[in-house]
């Protein structure tokens, strides 16, 4: 589902796409996002603060509608959007321990949406690891 400009917290949404996780007891997802617009990382995942914060941190490192951006065609959140996407990254590695991700306790995983009409973001999940017996 398309989401607005802002930092979105997805780790359940992604634990319900595999279930197949729970076959493993231990490995490594890597988890990519297939835009160049939009960006993943983990960071705090109970005060929803931290969100609101990293938006006006990017807003304000990368604001939109500077003269001496050319790539604008999209719109002037285009070029930024591109920007903070390389600042962020396209994907991040989880460890897998016992079916589950091994995160820290207040860790979550932000889909970072950079554009202010994005559509629909793909993202491919990619496991590495032990199965049970």
Request: hydrophobic share 35%; net charge neutral; proline share 6%.
């Amino acid at each position: 589902m398309p989401r607005p400009k802002g930092f979105h917290l997805i780790t359940n949404e992604i634990l319900q796409e595999i279930p197949e996780l729970k076959k493993f007891s231990s490995g490594i997802a890597n988890i990519f996002i297939k835009h160049t617009s939009a960006s993943l990382t983990i960071n705090e995942n109970a005060d929803p603060d931290v969100r609101t914060d990293m938006k006006s941190y990017f807003e304000k490192l990368v604001p939109e509608n500077l003269s001496y951006f050319e790539h604008t065609s999209e719109g002037p959140d285009d070029m930024p959007a591109h920007i903070k996407s390389s600042i962020l990254d396209s994907n991040v590695n989880v460890p897998i321990t016992n079916g589950n991700f091994n995160l820290g306790i207040w860790q979550g995983i932000y889909l970072c949406e950079h554009r202010n009409n994005a559509g629909k973001r793909k993202i491919v999940v990619t496991i590495f690891g032990n199965k049970n017996q």
